[in-house]
């Protein structure tokens, strides 16, 4: 699964505290933290139809995680949503756009680790890309990786920072084994999540996720738990085994940036049917609807698209 190139953010320009810069303008300084040591925290947006699902759970999660590394300044909610508003209008975008928010802890006066060093405060980026969810509908294969998601021991999976490495060895390996991305264990041995999304498994009619001991608490998985709830469909989160996973009538993942897409073969290892199931699919219907009409509205319909 290789997510495609679209001809739309050929000219995009994204925002870096105050500037709108286009996509080949460089923004970011060489003593930035981020580039320094993936010092940063991030979060992923859909915009559907103007307005964004779930907005207010990722600023609060982009705050919990600045705050626990101690950035000594955190942009205001209006702040960096009006931030978002900008960067979609200098874009004209209003439907079918992943937004990728990221605030780092800023410049230092000099290379080096130390926080101390870092005096101008922090870099608030927002990237808006015309992008529809990434997974193939038809059913995604992983590979177990062997390299493991780390407990909160290593570092606190609560933090939603920009250190990437895991996940992207992890889905090195599944590059390598032609799979579309891989599935990451605990410490312990137990399933964590994908090197980019949330796992469920369907057994017996019933939803069941693994716990979030060692992976970010997901804003998608959390709404499917929800309307799982409220749909009365019964759901469990507990640890669950890789052997379970193989057997599992159904297995999907879930994500912002993907939403809700079937898991069809997982180490070789046919899962169900093989094809795409119809607890998968109502949890997809369920998700997408809600999504469009549950959204915080940032931005209205371009007037060209409406005379259109």
Known sequence: MLQRYDERNRDLRYWVNGRLLHRDEPGISPFDSVVQGGD???EGL???RGAIFGLGAHLARLRRSAAVLGFAEIPADETIIEAVRETLQANSMYDGVHVRLTLTRGRKVTSGMDPRL???GPTLIVLAEHKPPVYDTGGLTLITASVRRPGPDVLDPKIHHNNLLNSILAKIEANAAG????LMLDQRGFV??????HLFTVVDGAL????????????TRQTVLELAATDSIPATVRDVSLAEMYTAAEVFCTGTMGEIAAVTTIDGRTIGTGRVGPM?????????EHAALHGERVIDEPAAA???
């Open 40 to 42: 940063g925290v991030w």
């Open 46 to 48: 859909r915009l559907y």
């Open 118 to 120: 870092n005096r101008d």
């Open 179 to 182: 799979a579309d991305d891989a």
């Open 192 to 197: 964590a999540e994908t090197n980019a999304t």
């Open 208 to 219: 069941v996720t693994p716990t979030t001991a060692a992976c970010p608490e997901g804003i």
């Open 280 to 288: 998968t699919q109502r949890i997809a219907r369920r998700y997408q």
């Open 306 to 308: 409406v005379q259109d």
